[in-house]
């Protein structure tokens, strides 16, 4: 058990630094968002987003009422 432990402590430290270089690149990167049309139901807006832009999309309501729901994608883009 003594040989594991130093292992152990090995095998984090290395997930750990992996970790931070995967957030760094993701805080680089700038949030752009555009609408895709109507939006029928959730599920078919988030797999349109995903294959288009390969982002997460969800489907908005407009303040205003007797207007459609809009599927809005939200990506990242440099």
């Not at 690149?25 to 288009?52: F, H, I, S, W």
């Amino acid at each position: 058990m003594a040989k594991g432990l130093p292992i152990s402590y090995l095998l984090f430290l290395l997930l750990a630094l992996i970790s931070v270089e995967h957030m760094v690149l993701k805080v680089d990167a700038n949030t752009c968002y555009t609408t895709l049309g109507a939006c029928p139901d959730e599920e078919a807006c988030r797999k349109a987003c995903k294959q288009r832009l390969h982002g997460q999309g969800y489907c908005e309501y407009d303040a205003k009422p007797n207007l459609p729901r809009v599927c809005t994608c939200q990506y990242n883009c440099s």
